[in-house]
């Protein structure tokens, strides 16, 4: 799908932590064979943190949500992932593949 936008105005607002008003999404569900390489990238990330961490929980969330293919939990996750410190975190452990995916780089 396309979307063409001949005009946008924002006004009166802030952005901080790479917030957007407009942010590419990458995630494309229509290969099998991407999604599990996708699983094994997360697991391999989700080793590598602290069991208790905000960005473990949120792994977990993003690993489930792939599982079932739900693209609108996936978006909003990665989302989540755009910015702030779950970014610092997942782009120091995450290989270039999982970084590309999630639409980070």
């Given at each position: 799908m396309e979307i063409?936008?001949?005009?946008?105005?924002?006004?009166?607002?802030?952005?901080?932590d790479n917030a957007a008003v407009i942010?590419?999404?990458t995630y494309n569900a229509a290969a099998p064979?991407?999604?599990?390489q996708i699983l094994r990238e997360l697991q391999s990330?989700?080793?590598?943190?602290n069991e208790t961490s905000d960005v473990a929980k949120a792994v977990d969330e993003l690993?489930?949500?792939?599982?079932?293919?739900?693209k609108p939990a996936i978006d909003k996750l990665l989302t989540q992932f755009a910015g702030g410190t779950m970014k610092a975190v997942?782009?120091?452990?995450?290989?270039?593949?999982?970084?590309?995916?999630?639409?980070?780089?």
């Open positions: 063409s936008i001949e005009h946008l105005e924002v006004s009166k607002s802030n952005f901080h942010r590419n999404q064979d991407d999604n599990a990330v989700r080793e590598r943190l690993t489930e949500a792939v599982k079932a293919k739900d997942i782009t120091a452990i995450a290989s270039k593949t999982l970084l590309s995916w999630m639409g980070i780089s």
